[in-house]
């Protein structure tokens, strides 16, 4: 592979990676030896720990919205806590993924994965079942 196309990269990629910098920039000063990772680790960390919070906050507002019948069917059901909007991905603006276990028994909700230029933005999964909760990796 030439270094040229090292340099060239995907017209969304790059603005995609233009709006996480821009957005966690004013925390890079607080990040510790700045000089020792590229800005787009550094924003890829802050992107990670959003969707880790993106992710609590929306189990919470499903989890507040149990019924005798278990869990919401569908997502959707608890927009009316976020002004009717639910929350997307940090890393793309994606929809996060809902799924409704065992006739409502549990459910599991995750952020896909992503890149942002060479940075890959890992998967991060809950799942509650049966007084069981997991994150998975």
Sequence with gaps: RRSSD???RSPESIRQGERVFAKYQPKLLESGDTHARNPAEIAALFAVHDAELTLTRL???ISAARTDEGFPTEVE???DRFGG???RSPYDGTALVYERLEGG????LHVQEAN???V???RI???HLSGKEEVVP
């Design 59 to 61: 189990i919470l507002a």
């Design 120 to 122: 890959a933005l890992p």
């Design 6 to 8: 090292l340099c060239h």
């Design 77 to 79: 059901d608890v927009s």
């Design 85 to 87: 909007q639910l929350p």
């Design 125 to 127: 999964k809950f799942k």
């Design 116 to 118: 942002v230029g060479d």
């Design 105 to 108: 028994k549990g459910f599991s």
